[in-house]
């Protein structure tokens, strides 16, 4: 992992005044620079519109026809734009699999000759209603919030550090204009007079939403205000009848330094949404700023009209193989994940928690990177399979459930849009002792573009279809979440120091799963936060977990045909334990006689 992969000719290395190496202002390498040796460049008008559609799904200024999805940043959720955009562009509809196969732009466009032509239809507007009907996902998240104990778990607070000179009115303004501008953040959730639970779009004016401007400056140390103030409101509840379901605020730590803070519902946002939401609010505050209309592409459609296009979609006959795959694939008694605790499960669920970060060394990130890509898969698939490599070892269970989330916006007509468009794939896998690691994740890139695959198919709707034994003391289907979170670019400045990598860090949380594992790249490292239930899992178990976890990978990594069950990942200080302290058996039979 030592060797480099690419290479920088320099007239002369920059130097600091004290004549030491001046990293900073040597040039950075990336994606665009990897491609450079073998650029070729679009032959035909197929080539040259899938050189547009990669430069903007991947973020990189120039890409070539023999270039990899892949080497160039491309994964899941990216895979699964290009798949929208080619349907649109194109009207062909490829699938994912044959593009996780074969990953390279030509590739795409000798697919794209032979596909038969699949028309692409946009999702149609519905007419003017006093309510709508919502979207499976908001009708459980409704369900969930309506006890106490589970609401605060499905807030969603995001904040951003700025520096310079900001104009509070205008940027005050900009968030205004950003609600005015997606319907759903300006939607509550009632039931109406026949007892169904529908949502309604308030206008402006009817909504009393209020943004924040807190001065700190003259605080003594203001940056533990700002924790102060963030932790206290992450945890509010939200009133999905009366709304907002946004609130926001503009902290003022100096005089140029401002915190950007935000917290909104899951029930009409996502992960991608809170990047949309804080991208279309730069972008008005830039253009009012500057005088200037924003240059945004208008909203043809709002979430209300996905919720109708997607209950039309389900009554299709092309949703019954979705249906019926994962009533196969999830068919028969359903595993419970069993680490050995020393705590007693609540007999019903609670969201006690706490959050453990740590990183993976550059070597294992490095490695398993590699990994991943040479075996024809994704960093995801490396993560998902160690984890449960860690948790058979811990468990014996050849049988493990995970769950993890999707993006969900299968449809290039939600691209910009902001609601709660997520879905959860459940991945479910066979181990054994006698597989090996390779065997292990030919098995995980299987299932999971299986899962891909079938990935329209709403989660909540599977849960009822099921007909599970209701247990209130877990979750539905699975009680682990994994989640890569693809936001590399980023993150790909990111430089730590060898300290932090080794340490381990924990806080108090919300903890909506018994673990749930985010992962991260983070420059050349990846960092891992688990949250866990600490009323199942006690705080010495799961650091032991991770740090056996850190061993482990490493182990599997170096040697992937190893039988999974015979890997040593205990430190010399545990084998000692073992052998000597544990098995100190001495009986001194002279002072037991009596």
Same mark, same amino acid.
């Given at each position: 992992y030592m060797v480099p992969g690419f290479y920088v000719e320099l007239d002369?290395?920059?130097?600091?005044?004290?004549?030491?190496?001046?990293?900073?202002?040597?040039?950075?390498?990336?994606?665009?620079?990897?491609?450079?040796?073998?650029?070729?460049?679009?032959?035909?008008?197929?080539?040259?519109?899938?050189?547009?559609?990669?430069?903007?799904?991947?973020?990189?200024?120039?890409?070539?026809?023999?270039?990899?999805?892949f080497e160039l940043g491309g994964h899941s959720l990216k895979i699964t734009r290009l798949i929208s955009e080619y349907h649109k562009i194109f009207q062909v509809k490829i699938s994912l699999k044959d593009l996780f196969i074969n990953n390279t732009l030509e590739s795409h466009s000798n697919f794209i000759k032979i596909s038969e032509k699949n028309q692409y239809i946009e999702i149609g507007k519905v007419e003017e209603a006093e309510s709508y009907i919502i979207s499976d996902s908001q009708r459980r998240l409704w369900v969930l919030s309506q006890f106490d104990e589970e609401s605060a778990a499905f807030n969603i607070p995001s904040y951003i550090e700025l520096s310079g000179d900001y104009d509070i009115e205008n940027f005050k303004r900009a968030i205004h204009s950003v609600i005015?501008?997606?319907?759903?953040?300006?939607?509550?959730?009632?039931?109406?007079?026949?007892?169904?639970?529908?949502?309604?779009v308030l206008p402006k004016d009817k909504l009393h939403f209020k943004i924040d401007y807190l001065d700190f400056r003259e605080k003594e140390n203001s940056e533990q205000f700002v924790k102060t103030y963030i932790e206290e409101d992450s945890y509010k509840l939200f009133?999905?009848?009366?709304?907002?379901?946004?609130?926001?605020?503009?902290?003022?730590?100096?005089?140029?330094?401002?915190?950007f803070y935000y917290n909104i519902h899951h029930i009409i946002?996502?992960?991608?949404?809170?990047?949309?939401?804080?991208?279309?609010?730069?972008?008005?505050?830039?253009?009012? #700023? &500057?005088?200037? !209309?924003?240059?945004?592409?208008? =909203?043809?459609?709002? @979430?209300?009209?996905?919720?109708?296009?997607? #209950? &039309?979609?389900? !009554?299709?006959?092309?949703?019954? =193989?979705?249906?019926? @795959?994962?009533?196969?694939?999830?068919?028969?008694?359903l595993p419970i994940l069993e680490l050995p605790t020393f705590n007693t499960r609540p007999a019903t669920k609670t969201n006690n928690g706490r959050l453990l970060e740590l990183y993976l060394s550059k070597e294992i990130s490095s490695k398993l990177n590699d990994y991943s890509h040479q075996n024809g898969g994704t960093l995801f698939m490396g993560l998902v399979a160690s984890i449960k490599a860690m948790f058979y070892r811990y468990t014996g269970q050849e049988?493990?459930?995970?769950?993890?989330?999707?993006?969900?916006?299968?449809?290039?007509?939600?691209?910009?849009?902001?609601?709660?468009?997520?879905?959860?794939?459940?991945?479910?896998?066979?181990?054994?002792?006698?597989?090996?690691?390779?065997?292990?994740?030919?098995?995980?890139?299987?299932?999971?573009?299986?899962?891909?695959?079938?990935?329209?198919?709403?989660?909540?709707?599977?849960?009822?279809?099921?007909?599970?034994?209701?247990?209130s003391s877990r979750s539905a289907i699975f009680d682990v979440l994994v989640v890569l979170q693809n936001n590399a670019e980023k993150n790909k400045e990111v430089i730590l120091n060898n300290d932090l990598i080794e340490s381990i860090k924990d806080y108090e949380t919300k903890s909506k799963f018994d673990l749930s594992f985010y992962f991260q790249e983070m420059g050349d490292v990846i960092s891992c936060t688990v949250e866990y239930n600490?009323?199942?899992?006690?705080?010495?178990l799961i650091k032991r977990f991770m740090l056996h976890y850190r061993a482990m990978l490493l182990k599997v990594l170096e040697l992937p045909d190893q039988p999974i069950a015979s890997v040593d990942f205990l430190s010399g200080e545990e084998k000692e334990k073992l052998l000597f302290t544990f098995n100190n058996i001495k009986v001194n039979y002279e002072e037991t006689v009596q």
């Open positions: 002369e290395l920059p130097l600091t005044p004290n004549g030491k190496i001046d990293r900073k202002a040597l040039p950075g390498v990336d994606g665009e620079d990897l491609i450079r040796n073998e650029y070729v460049s679009p032959r035909n008008e197929t080539e040259e519109k899938l050189v547009a559609i990669w430069q903007e799904v991947l973020g990189v200024e120039r890409v070539g026809v023999t270039d990899n999805f005015e501008r997606h319907e759903i953040l300006r939607t509550v959730f009632k039931v109406d007079n026949s007892g169904e639970i529908r949502q309604w009133d999905l009848e009366q709304g907002p379901l946004l609130r926001a605020a503009l902290i003022q730590v100096l005089n140029d330094k401002y915190v946002s996502d992960g991608v949404s809170n990047d949309v939401l804080a991208k279309d609010v730069f972008t008005f505050y830039e253009s009012f #700023k &500057k005088g200037e !209309e924003p240059n945004l592409p208008d =909203l043809r459609i709002h @979430y209300k009209d996905y919720a109708v296009w997607q #209950k &039309k979609q389900l !009554e299709e006959d092309s949703f019954r =193989l979705h249906r019926n @795959y994962w009533l196969t694939k999830l068919g028969g008694e049988d493990i459930i995970i769950g993890t989330p999707i993006a969900g916006r299968e449809h290039a007509d939600l691209k910009d849009q902001i609601g709660c468009y997520l879905n959860t794939l459940v991945l479910r896998n066979q181990i054994q002792g006698s597989d090996s690691f390779n065997d292990l994740y030919s098995r995980i890139k299987q299932t999971a573009l299986e899962a891909y695959t079938h990935q329209k198919y709403p989660f909540d709707r599977l849960v009822e279809e099921l007909d599970l034994k209701r247990d600490t009323d199942v899992y006690d705080d010495d």
